[in-house]
């Protein structure tokens, strides 16, 4: 029976890179020069840090065109908000990973709800869709690209 997993992951090594871009291109910006303002990455996320809320507005648009050069989505951000230390504003981002149960309960209801025959279970952080025929599952996969989710999807472990 052909089946697929519907995730929600984003390439680290990706991210990585879209980091080292963005601080590349906060370097050469001259609306940056000599001022505090900088791009950092660890295990929770990303933090960016500028003097001023615009800045830090430019800082969030800087890596989200990085994240878009890497074909990474940038729904994967979730904002944490802001906080003031010193003269500098911080903003923490978090990096979303697989899928929450909410989610993936209204993907199901979804899926059901178009009335394909599919079965959909969720499995941890994950949705597996099972069905019949091939292009009931094509069925299912273009009904989540065209749905507005805000978190990126990603199908994989096709099987026939």
Known sequence: MPSFDIVSEIDMHEV????????????NRWDFKNVEADIELDDKGITISAEQEF?????????????????????ALSENGES???????????????????????IVKMIKDAK???????????VRVKGKKRDDLQTAIALLKEAELDVPL??????D
Request: cysteine-free.
């Open 16 to 27: 990585t890179n879209a980091v080292d871009q963005a601080k590349r291109e906060l370097g």
């Open 55 to 75: 800045q830090l507005e430019q800082l969030m648009d800087m890596l989200r065109m990085a994240f878009a050069k890497r074909n990474i989505d940038s729904r």
């Open 84 to 106: 003031k230390s010193g003269k500098l504003v911080k903003q923490h981002l978090q990096l979303k990973q697989g899928i929450e149960t909410d989610m993936a309960k209204k």
């Open 116 to 126: 394909l025959k599919v079965q959909t279970s969720i499995e941890g952080d994950k």
């Open 154 to 159: 990603q199908y994989n472990n096709f099987r």
